[in-house]
């Protein structure tokens, strides 16, 4: 994922979402490149607080928005922005529970915007322990130990 501009097709999503008032998270690995994560990815992760069986909602609100409709949960947006809509992750706790505890950013000129903390991330990863997965750990891992040497300077 490249540093979207404070234009991009990501900050309209975000925005559409908050005039829906649809609750979200960014999560994987965006989340974690945002937090400082020294990686690439391909497309932005975003958790929504709505029960699978209403992913229509999200898909026209992205179709809306411009983009084309990959697969019933991934969007391609006219600045190439992919985005991947879940409804849940995978070793986490509930979306309420893991919500409150997001760390809130600013991000893409907008305030408050929920991040799944790193420690989450990994734990996610840990579960699922797909090759990719298993790569990304030892990169989380390494940062969230940068992360606290910094914090006790």
């Known amino acids: 994922m490249a540093n979207p ?39 932005t992760d975003i ?45 986490l706790k509930s979306f309420d529970s893991e919500f409150q505890n997001a760390h809130r950013l600013n991000w893409l000129g907008l305030r408050n915007i929920p991040v799944l903390p790193l420690q989450r991330i990994y734990q996610s990863k840990s579960i699922i322990r797909r090759p990719k997965d298993i790569a990304h750990m030892t990169i989380l891992k390494q940062l969230m130990a940068c992360q606290r040497k910094l914090k006790n300077k």
């Open 47 to 91: 958790w929504l607080d709505l029960p699978a069986r209403e992913y229509m909602q999200s898909s026209n609100l992205a179709l809306k928005l411009g983009a084309t409709m990959r697969a019933n949960t991934v969007f391609i947006f006219p600045d190439d922005l992919m985005v991947n809509f879940l409804y849940a992750v995978t070793g």
């Open 5 to 43: 501009q404070p234009d991009s097709s990501l900050r309209n999503l975000i925005l559409a979402l908050r005039a829906e008032k649809i609750r979200f998270i960014i999560v994987g690995m965006s989340a974690a490149v945002i937090q400082g994560a020294p990686v690439m990815t391909f497309d």
